[in-house]
T-cell receptor, first 110, second 116 residues
Framework: LAKTTQPISMDSYEGQEVNITCSHN???????ITWYQQFPSQGPRFIIQGYKTKVTNEVASLFIPADRKSSTLSLPRVSLSDTAVYYCLVPMDSSYKLIFGSGTRLLVRP | GEEVAQTPKHLVRGEGQKAKLYCAPI?????VFWYQQVLKNEFKFLIS????????ETGMPKERFSAKCLPNSPCSLEIQATKLEDSAVYFCASSQWNVGEDQPQHFGDGTRLSIL
């Protein structure tokens, strides 16, 4: 059963780079890794998705080492509005069902 | 539409009453998923549809939960004879293809169901 493990919480300050690492030891060969952001009273919002090496978009970068047993979400120069819960997701046993872990609660301080 | 639309935002029911939640997926998306989020941010997969066909319902409490996705109508999740433990936020998500094919699921903002 694929499972993800993330730190429960992280603190940062405005303007800093934040890296959140997720471990997914049992990820299958063809599975993608997806990160979501969730604010209170809102649904999870897609941030970035990757399969291997590095993916970058306008809001984040995703680093995936060769063994794919972990991934790191990198948020450059965070702001107060980045305070949220961040979820790393992989499919459940190569199916289409997403496994949500407990997520990482990021607090950005002024 | 461009967003997954869920209604109502908040639904309050007395224990034993029926609750019905609605979800309009993003136009053009073939797959619809329902998740239940309870305390501590835990999400539980309930059911998925490929168009109007049930794709996987292994997460559904069969006795009281049912769901439909009919053509030209919002999808729905219905709970009969609600229990206190059904209190949660129910999220609907849609995608163009199944997970694992580089097409992420897009979520609505959920319906908060409160059973009193």
């Amino acid at each position: 059963l694929a499972k993800t493990t993330q730190p429960i919480s992280m603190d940062s300050y405005e303007g800093q780079e934040v890296n959140i690492t997720c471990s997914h030891n049992n990820i299958a060969t063809n599975d993608y890794i997806t990160w979501y952001q969730q604010f209170p009273s809102q649904g999870p919002r897609f941030i970035i998705q990757g399969y291997k090496t590095k993916v970058t978009n306008e809001v984040a970068s995703l680093f995936i080492p060769a063994d794919r047993k972990s991934s790191t979400l990198s948020l450059p120069r965070v702001s107060l509005s980045d305070t949220a819960v961040y979820y790393c997701l992989v499919p459940m046993d190569s199916s289409y069902k997403l496994i949500f872990g407990s997520g990482t609660r990021l607090l950005v301080r002024p | 539409g461009e967003e997954v639309a869920q209604t109502p935002k908040h639904l309050v029911r007395g224990e034993g009453q029926k609750a019905k939640l609605y979800c309009a997926p993003i136009k053009g998306h073939s797959y619809v998923f329902w998740y239940q989020q309870v305390l501590k941010n835990e999400f539980k997969f309930l059911i998925s549809f490929q168009n109007e066909n049930v794709f996987d319902e292994t997460g559904m409490p069969k006795e009281r939960f049912s769901a439909k996705c009919l053509p030209n109508s919002p999808c729905s999740l219905e709970i009969q004879a609600t229990k206190l433990e059904d209190s949660a936020v129910y999220f609907c998500a849609s995608s163009q293809w199944n997970v694992g094919e580089d097409q992420p699921q897009h979520f609505g903002d959920g319906t908060r169901l409160s059973i009193l």
